[in-house]
């Protein structure tokens, strides 16, 4: 601890124990012992302000610096939601372009499966009708005797 920050809390410190023991001497105030602070803008202008003055125009201006601060940080929000936003709608639309290719290959699988199902069933009448064929040819038709070779054959 320094030097400067141990004398000022012992300022803030008997400040803080001396200004209740002000309130028990009848018709003294803070403010009469409290200098005035005579603030000047202009040569033309000059303004004397009291330390109640002085102290308000202080919390004004932090109260304005803190929403300054609030608006730059609620800016900076917006623009990273915004960024957010724009990259969700990006990847939705992305998602949709592949969502409807993806149904366009199923359906194309379909199809595809539907053919091959259509030829599948060619080829199976085709191959029955190809064994019916080969039945027929290899079972010629049965020659059979007639009676008059019968006939002639037991004489």
């Known amino acids: 601890m320094t030097l400067t920050n141990y004398s000022l809390e012992l300022f803030i410190g008997l400040l803080a124990f001396l200004l209740p023991l002000t309130l028990l001497w009848p018709g003294f105030s803070i403010w009469e012992v409290v200098p005035k602070v005579r603030v000047t803008r202009h040569p033309v202008l000059s303004q004397q302000l009291s330390w109640s003055q002085l102290c308000g125009a202080i919390v004004v201006a932090v109260t304005l610096l803190f929403c300054l601060f609030l608006e730059m940080r609620k ?4 623009d ?5 936003l724009a990259i969700h709608e ?3 639309c992305a998602l ?4 409807d290719r993806q149904a366009a290959a199923a359906r194309a699988c379909s199809q595809l ?3 091959s199902t259509e030829h599948y069933e060619n080829l199976m009448l085709l191959g029955h009708e190809l064994r019916e064929r080969t039945r027929a040819k290899q079972h010629p038709p049965a020659i059979e005797p007639s ?3 019968i006939e002639a054959g037991g004489k």
């Open 75 to 78: 800016r900076r929000l917006d």
């Open 80 to 84: 990273m939601v915004t960024d957010v």
């Open 90 to 92: 990006a990847t939705e």
């Open 96 to 99: 949709a372009v592949e969502r």
């Open 113 to 115: 499966l539907d053919l």
């Open 147 to 149: 009676d008059s070779l």
